[in-house]
């Protein structure tokens, strides 16, 4: 291979099948082989890029001086298999050479040889340069097969072939674009927006006619970049969720955040990477690119594309109308489970919910809107109780947290792998504690029903408003009332809500009819025969939070919260336990008010009332809790 360099497809094509039989060989076993390097070398260059995978440990053996370029080129070709080009004379094919831009294959220094069969098959002066080959597929949107060219045959190899093949005129050889030429790092999108703008105000100048033809031809790599920063900006904001949006004909693409519940603007784009953007993301978590008319939905591992940043985020992609698609990206939590005592349940909430998850069998629900953290709750009570002698089996849709200990299972509608049926699968599995992502369909909740009665304890998550109201709804979808008050332990309700910022957080005596209008809306709720008097409960607060007068909190704003007031959020909680009376009243059918108001004379309260007790402990404020609470 190294004797004869090759020149024509049929050899090309001949060589790279024989390597693809030799075994596999690091760039470092090969030198070691050759006796270009020594083993002491090889494990300090190793050492040295575990802190920067961006360049291969050949090139930087070749920067460190260990070895010339052409000494790795032998390695590459003898010990590794790579063809051998003759870049000058090999006989390049026109459709190849089409497949990608001439400012990219200039830039990179790749030369497209031969297509075939959806693969690229492209010349290098180094071949295991990753980041050339994966933004060459990405380019392209082929399997990319590098081959290997001599040492300085590409400067004019390049330029050549696209003069004779290439389908666009070529732009002068000082002409190339700041952005791609110039090595810079950026810091933020911010940056990256001016660079993506002034691109496209060139491009619009240069060659109006082709801009919807080939709208990112000259930008991917820092398209790249921008959607790289700006997940691992959203990441370092605390942003939950990143929201892409595209619009017809020139009008930009809009990125906003959802930051402490709300969403934000965050940058926007030309609208000249609008499809670019989509299919990057789409390729990052694996999706079908050409699919544009159905939902997908997938999962980026942000590792992989930078490894210092162990983010993960799940996407869902929407077609909107004029066959566009928007993109909502969700940066997910932690991987790990928080502790019960962190979640912000207050100490009878806290009691109550441990003691149900401590029983042998039954029914624990965790219930509220999209987004309210009832996975992440789930989780915390699956710590509480997760030991070496329980067995605990999971179904969810997509897997977010994940606990040593327990067996989790994905499942994938697509294929019938409902969570019915891994219910019923997990009922064979010899479990202790089965927890269901989501109650969505009458099968699920009689499978769940059954399970709780037949000694296991079962938790899950359904969208309801409340705890009565998940009572009532479940008897609606048709529940056998007798065997459904028998299994159900407990429902937990939750919300979401700013949480005042500490770094910027004042207080000041609460004024009196501030005061009385809190002690109206915590009384409001209780039947008439079960309301307490309003001394004992003023007289219950300033034990528990006065020093000695009750104080009114707010956060005037400050750098670490960008002046908003808030920074980060809590929780809200309502705690049905089933008691003796409950379960009475659960199998007469009765309504979801009856249910409140027995619960509460049992020492039940409202999401309203526990986000009062929240106010006054200074997490939140009243204008918060009543914005996600109805009672």
Same mark, same amino acid.
């Given at each position: 291979m190294v004797a004869q360099q090759i020149v024509s497809a049929e050899q090309l094509m001949q060589a790279i099948e024989q390597q693809a039989k030799m075994p596999m060989v690091r760039i470092g076993e090969a030198l070691l082989a050759l006796e270009l390097v020594t083993q002491a070398q090889l494990d300090e260059a190793l050492e040295q890029q575990k802190h920067d995978r961006s360049v291969p440990l050949g090139e930087l053996l070749v920067r460190k001086g260990i070895v010339t370029r052409a000494?790795?080129?032998?390695?590459?070709?003898?010990?590794?298999?790579?063809?051998?080009?003759?870049?000058?004379?090999?006989?390049?094919? *026109?459709?190849?050479?089409?497949?990608?831009?001439?400012?990219?294959?200039?830039?990179?220094?790749?030369?497209?040889?031969?297509?075939?069969?959806?693969?690229?098959?492209?010349?290098?002066?180094?071949?295991?340069?990753?980041?050339?080959?994966?933004?060459?597929?990405?380019?392209?949107?082929?399997?990319?097969v590098p081959a290997l060219a001599r040492l300085g045959s590409l400067q004019f190899a390049i330029p050549s072939?696209?003069?004779?093949?290439?389908?666009?005129?070529?732009?002068?050889?000082?002409?190339?674009?700041?952005?791609?030429?110039?090595?810079f790092e950026l810091d933020s999108s911010d940056k990256l927006i001016e660079t993506l703008e002034r691109e496209g105000q060139e491009q619009t100048a240069r060659e109006t006619a082709r801009e919807e033809e080939h709208p990112i031809e000259q930008s991917d790599n820092s398209l790249v970049r921008l959607i790289n920063s700006m997940i691992i900006e959203a990441h370092n904001q605390n942003v939950s969720d990143i929201h892409i949006e595209t619009h017809p004909g020139k009008e930009k693409v809009k990125i906003r955040f959802r930051k402490d519940g709300v969403l934000q603007p965050h940058v926007e784009l030309p609208h000249t990477y609008r499809s670019a953007l989509i299919a990057r993301i789409k390729i990052m978590c694996d999706l079908d690119? =050409?699919?544009?008319?159905? *939902?997908?939905?997938?999962?980026?591992?942000?590792?992989?594309? =930078?490894?210092?940043?162990?983010?993960?985020?799940?996407?869902?992609?929407?077609?909107?109308?004029?066959?566009?698609?928007?993109?909502?990206?969700?940066?997910?939590?932690?991987a790990r489970p928080i502790p019960m005592e962190k979640l912000g349940l207050s100490a009878r909430n806290l009691k109550e919910l441990k003691a149900a998850a401590e029983r042998p069998y039954g029914m624990v629900l965790c219930v509220g809107p999209t987004g309210s953290g009832k996975t992440t709750t789930l989780h915390s009570v699956l710590s509480q109780i997760n030991t070496?002698?329980?067995?605990?089996?999971?179904?969810?849709?997509?897997?977010?947290?994940?606990?040593?200990?327990?067996?989790?299972?994905?499942?994938?509608?697509?294929i019938d792998w409902t969570f019915a049926k891994a219910l019923r699968a997990f009922l064979r599995a010899d479990p202790d504690v089965i927890m269901v992502g989501e109650i969505r369909d009458e099968e699920t909740a009689e499978i769940a029903v059954e399970a709780s009665l037949t000694g296991h304890l079962v938790l899950s998550t359904l969208h309801t408003n409340s705890a009565p109201e998940t009572v009532t709804r479940l008897l609606d979808m048709g529940m056998d009332p007798f065997n459904f008050a028998d299994s159900l332990l407990a429902v937990l309700a939750q919300r979401l809500v700013r949480r005042i910022c500490p770094a910027c957080r004042k207080s000041e005596p609460m004024p009196d009819a501030t005061l009385q209008e809190l002690l109206d809306d915590y009384l409001h709720v209780f039947s008439p025969e079960n309301r307490p008097a309003r001394e004992a409960v003023l007289a219950e607060w300033q034990g528990a939070y006065g020093q000695p007068n009750l104080l009114r909190y707010h956060s005037p704003g400050c750098d670490k919260c960008d002046h908003t007031g808030f920074k980060g959020r809590a929780g809200l909680h309502e705690l049905l336990i089933v008691s003796r009376p409950l379960r009475r009243l659960i199998q007469t059918g009765s309504r979801a008010e009856e249910l409140m108001h027995q619960s509460m004379a049992e020492g039940m309260r409202t999401l309203r009332q526990d986000g009062i007790a929240k106010v006054l402990q200074g997490v939140t404020t009243l204008g918060e809790v009543r914005a996600t609470s109805n009672q």
């Amino acid at each position: 291979m190294v004797a004869q360099q090759i020149v024509s497809a049929e050899q090309l094509m001949q060589a790279i099948e024989q390597q693809a039989k030799m075994p596999m060989v690091r760039i470092g076993e090969a030198l070691l082989a050759l006796e270009l390097v020594t083993q002491a070398q090889l494990d300090e260059a190793l050492e040295q890029q575990k802190h920067d995978r961006s360049v291969p440990l050949g090139e930087l053996l070749v920067r460190k001086g260990i070895v010339t370029r052409a000494q790795l080129q032998s390695a590459l070709a003898r010990k590794m298999g790579y063809p051998l080009v003759d870049a000058d004379n090999f006989a390049i094919e *026109p459709d190849a050479v089409r497949k990608l831009p001439f400012s990219v294959a200039r830039r990179l220094e790749v030369l497209p040889l031969v297509l075939r069969e959806g693969r690229l098959i492209v010349a290098m002066e180094d071949p295991t340069r990753r980041d050339c080959i994966d933004e060459v597929e990405f380019i392209t949107q082929l399997k990319v097969v590098p081959a290997l060219a001599r040492l300085g045959s590409l400067q004019f190899a390049i330029p050549s072939a696209y003069e004779r093949f290439g389908n666009q005129p070529l732009p002068n050889r000082d002409g190339g674009l700041p952005a791609l030429t110039m090595d810079f790092e950026l810091d933020s999108s911010d940056k990256l927006i001016e660079t993506l703008e002034r691109e496209g105000q060139e491009q619009t100048a240069r060659e109006t006619a082709r801009e919807e033809e080939h709208p990112i031809e000259q930008s991917d790599n820092s398209l790249v970049r921008l959607i790289n920063s700006m997940i691992i900006e959203a990441h370092n904001q605390n942003v939950s969720d990143i929201h892409i949006e595209t619009h017809p004909g020139k009008e930009k693409v809009k990125i906003r955040f959802r930051k402490d519940g709300v969403l934000q603007p965050h940058v926007e784009l030309p609208h000249t990477y609008r499809s670019a953007l989509i299919a990057r993301i789409k390729i990052m978590c694996d999706l079908d690119i =050409s699919e544009r008319r159905k *939902p997908q939905d997938g999962k980026i591992n942000f590792a992989r594309f =930078s490894s210092p940043h162990k983010i993960e985020l799940r996407v869902a992609t929407i077609p909107t109308n004029n066959g566009l698609e928007d993109v909502v990206m969700r940066i997910l939590a932690s991987a790990r489970p928080i502790p019960m005592e962190k979640l912000g349940l207050s100490a009878r909430n806290l009691k109550e919910l441990k003691a149900a998850a401590e029983r042998p069998y039954g029914m624990v629900l965790c219930v509220g809107p999209t987004g309210s953290g009832k996975t992440t709750t789930l989780h915390s009570v699956l710590s509480q109780i997760n030991t070496p002698e329980r067995k605990i089996w999971t179904a969810e849709d997509p897997v977010e947290i994940t606990q040593h200990g327990l067996r989790q299972v994905q499942v994938n509608p697509k294929i019938d792998w409902t969570f019915a049926k891994a219910l019923r699968a997990f009922l064979r599995a010899d479990p202790d504690v089965i927890m269901v992502g989501e109650i969505r369909d009458e099968e699920t909740a009689e499978i769940a029903v059954e399970a709780s009665l037949t000694g296991h304890l079962v938790l899950s998550t359904l969208h309801t408003n409340s705890a009565p109201e998940t009572v009532t709804r479940l008897l609606d979808m048709g529940m056998d009332p007798f065997n459904f008050a028998d299994s159900l332990l407990a429902v937990l309700a939750q919300r979401l809500v700013r949480r005042i910022c500490p770094a910027c957080r004042k207080s000041e005596p609460m004024p009196d009819a501030t005061l009385q209008e809190l002690l109206d809306d915590y009384l409001h709720v209780f039947s008439p025969e079960n309301r307490p008097a309003r001394e004992a409960v003023l007289a219950e607060w300033q034990g528990a939070y006065g020093q000695p007068n009750l104080l009114r909190y707010h956060s005037p704003g400050c750098d670490k919260c960008d002046h908003t007031g808030f920074k980060g959020r809590a929780g809200l909680h309502e705690l049905l336990i089933v008691s003796r009376p409950l379960r009475r009243l659960i199998q007469t059918g009765s309504r979801a008010e009856e249910l409140m108001h027995q619960s509460m004379a049992e020492g039940m309260r409202t999401l309203r009332q526990d986000g009062i007790a929240k106010v006054l402990q200074g997490v939140t404020t009243l204008g918060e809790v009543r914005a996600t609470s109805n009672q």
